[in-house]
């Protein structure tokens, strides 16, 4: 069975460059149907999806994001990261990983870091 | 950006209520729409993917229906595990958006 463990620093000041790590163990990772996305969700707030990265190494992002966002995939570290540039208190929330699956949808998650821009 | 619009927001029940949660598009998105619950504290968890296909684990009282621009999500019998935020997410374009959320609360 996969797990997904999200990590990272809590606290970090404005215009600081967040990175966050997706720890990946448990079942192969490296199946051509699946993906990898980030996705964010700001104190009492909704869902925002922030990016995916496929297994050819395409990502995609959300454009509100502008051009901050990068994510890559370390396969033999089996790890996922997010990096976020510039951030401002606009960018505390709880930050998930999570695998994608083709038709099938996002059906791993990790239990989520919390990152406060203070 | 493909716009989500969910209601009701919130919704009160109670145990053994069948309920229904609506989720409208902006545009036609085939059946590339999921359904997820949130408890407070965790993280969302997948409910019903392509619309209307339960994923392995999820109690059959848990339905989802719909194409196009109307989806929904039924809950035949409401438990108490169920009192959660409901979300749906279209996954047919980029950006991916997500509805806005439906509490379900005890009336």
């Known amino acids: 069975q996969l797990h997904l463990q999200e990590s990272g620093p809590e606290l970090m000041q404005p215009s600081e460059t967040l990175s966050l790590t997706c720890s990946l163990s448990g079942d192969s990772t490296s199946s051509s149907d699946q993906f990898w996305t980030w996705i964010r969700q700001s104190p009492g707030d909704g869902l925002e999806w922030i990016g995916n990265i496929y297994q050819s190494g395409s990502t995609y992002y959300n454009p509100s994001l502008n051009s901050r966002v990068t994510i890559s995939v370390d396969t033999s570290k089996r790890q996922v990261s997010l990096s976020l540039k510039s951030v401002t208190a606009a960018d505390t929330g709880r930050y998930y990983c999570a695998r994608g699956r083709y038709y099938f949808g996002m059906d791993v998650w990790g239990q989520g870091t919390t990152v406060i821009i203070s | 950006a493909i716009q989500m619009t969910q209601s009701p927001s919130p919704l009160s029940a109670s145990v053994g209520d069948r309920v229904t949660i609506t989720c409208r598009t902006s545009q036609d998105i085939g059946s590339d729409l999921a359904w997820y619950q949130q408890r407070p504290g965790k993280a969302p968890k997948l409910l019903i993917y392509a619309a209307s296909r339960l994923q392995s684990g999820v109690p059959s009282r848990f339905s989802g229906s719909g194409s196009g621009t109307e989806f929904t999500l039924a809950i035949g019998s409401l438990q108490p595990e169920d009192f959660a935020t409901y979300f749906c997410?279209?996954?047919?374009?980029?950006?991916?958006?997500f509805g806005g959320g439906t509490k379900v609360d005890i009336k």
């Open positions: 997410l279209q996954d047919h374009n980029f950006p991916l958006t």
